[in-house]
């Protein structure tokens, strides 16, 4: 069965600096990865998501992830934060051979410091 | 709005009573899902839908919990004989799939739902 781990329930990072947001995941097969973020009172919303091809992956807002197959990692980055960014992100995995369900992290609480 | 959308967004009910969820996925995805939040906690699979047809139910979605979508376009999620521990966020999701599962979701705003 998948799972998902968000080692780090909240990460405070200095506006300006940049910021990581940890993810590994377990698949039997092979992985199909997202990420979402969600501001209060709204709705998930996604940012990125890994298929195949390259590593690096870029989304929206100027957010990226690196998949790692050989760590099993798929680590939430961007350059430098934004106060704006401060919201909960959301790891997900799906297994790729099995038109299955996505399956969360439980989420990390993402402060950034003006 | 061409988003999904939910209603209600807030529900506070007594215990024992039955509440309805309806869900209104974006009109050309065929694939809709059902989720569970809790405070602290990642959204929890509880079904999904391929047009009309369920192809999958959560351990956790109990035999108080049902779920259609009778025409593969809007959604209802019911709940019977309400607890306590049903006391959560319900979302909903939708997505276009074309067989090979890597497409994203889109959520809707949740109901919260609040049990006495």
């Known amino acids: 069965a998948q799972s998902v781990a968000q080692p780090e329930d909240q990460v405070n990072v200095a506006e300006g600096n940049p910021l990581t947001v940890k993810c590994t995941y377990s698949v039997s097969g092979n992985p199909y990865l997202f990420w979402y973020v969600q501001y209060p009172n709204r709705g998930l919303q996604f940012l990125l998501k890994?298929?195949?091809?390259?590593?690096l992956v870029k989304g929206s807002y100027g957010f990226e992830a690196e998949f790692n197959k050989s760590q099993t990692s798929f680590h939430l980055k961007k350059p430098s934060a934004l106060v704006s960014d401060s919201a909960l992100y959301f790891c997900a995995v799906r297994d790729r051979d099995r038109d299955d369900k996505i399956i969360f992290g439980k989420g990390t609480r993402l402060h950034i410091l003006p | 709005d061409t988003g999904v959308s939910q209603d209600p967004r807030h529900k506070i009910t007594k215990r024992g009573q039955n509440v309805t969820f309806r869900c209104d996925p974006i009109s050309e995805h065929n694939r809709l899902y059902w989720y569970r939040q809790t405070l602290g906690q990642g959204p929890e699979f509880l079904t999904y839908f391929q047009n009309e047809a369920q192809l999958e139910k959560s351990r956790l979605l109990s035999d108080r919990f049902s779920a259609e979508r009778p025409k593969g376009s809007f959604s209802t999620l019911e709940i019977q004989r309400t607890e306590q521990g049903d006391s959560a966020m319900y979302l909903c999701?939708?997505?276009?799939?074309?067989?090979?599962?890597?497409?994203?979701?889109?959520f809707g705003p949740g109901t919260r739902l609040t049990v006495l």
């Open positions: 999701a939708s997505s276009l799939e074309g067989g090979l599962g890597h497409n994203e979701q889109f």
């Open positions: 890994y298929i195949t091809g390259d590593n």
